[in-house]
Nanobody
Framework: VQLQASGGGLVQAGGSLSLSCAAS????????MAWFRQAPGQEREFVASFNWSGGSTLYADSVKGRFAISRDSAKNTLVLQMNSLKPEDTAVYSC???????????????????WGQGTQVTVSS
C-alpha cells in the first residue's frame, strides 16, 4: 500500500488548507487511517483518525472543532480539512494507514503500518 499526501502550503493565521492522502489500493474496508504531524524539534503527534469501514473519527484536542477528517471513497482518498489555522499548527503532516489498528490504539503512531511522505504546512502570524 502506498500513500501520497498533498495539499500543504503557506497560509496566514485564520486561513484554511485541505490535505489529501491518496491510496494506491482499494483495500481500505478494514483500515484505520490517520494524520500525524511533526514540528521542528518536537515529537510526532496525532492529529485525527478515520475508520474507513465505520466512519468513526477521533481528533486531538488541539484541533477539535477546527479540523475535519473525511474520505472520498470514489477517489480512495483521505481528506483533512483544516480551518482557523494557527501558527502552532505549523508542521510536516503525514498520513498513515493500518489494518491492525483498533479503537484503543488509533492515536498511536506505532499502530500504523503504512506511511505517506509528509507535506509541509506553514501558518504565518
Amino acid at each position: 500500500v502506498q500513500l501520497q499526501a498533498s495539499g500543504g502550503g503557506l497560509v496566514q493565521a485564520g486561513g484554511s488548507l485541505s490535505l489529501s492522502c491518496a491510496a494506491s489500493e482499494r483495500t481500505f474496508g478494514r483500515f484505520f487511517m490517520a494524520w500525524f504531524r511533526q514540528a521542528p524539534g518536537q515529537e510526532r503527534e496525532f492529529v485525527a483518525s478515520f475508520n474507513w469501514s465505520g466512519g468513526s473519527t477521533l481528533y486531538a484536542d488541539s484541533v477539535k472543532g477546527r479540523f475535519a477528517i473525511s474520505r472520498d471513497s470514489a477517489k480512495n482518498t483521505l481528506v483533512l480539512q483544516m480551518n482557523s489555522l494557527k501558527p502552532e499548527d505549523t508542521a510536516v503532516y503525514s498520513c498513515a494507514a493500518g489494518r491492525s489498528v483498533i479503537q484503543s490504539t488509533r492515536a498511536s503512531a506505532s499502530a500504523y503500518t503504512y506511511w505517506g511522505q509528509g507535506t509541509q504546512v506553514t501558518v504565518s502570524s
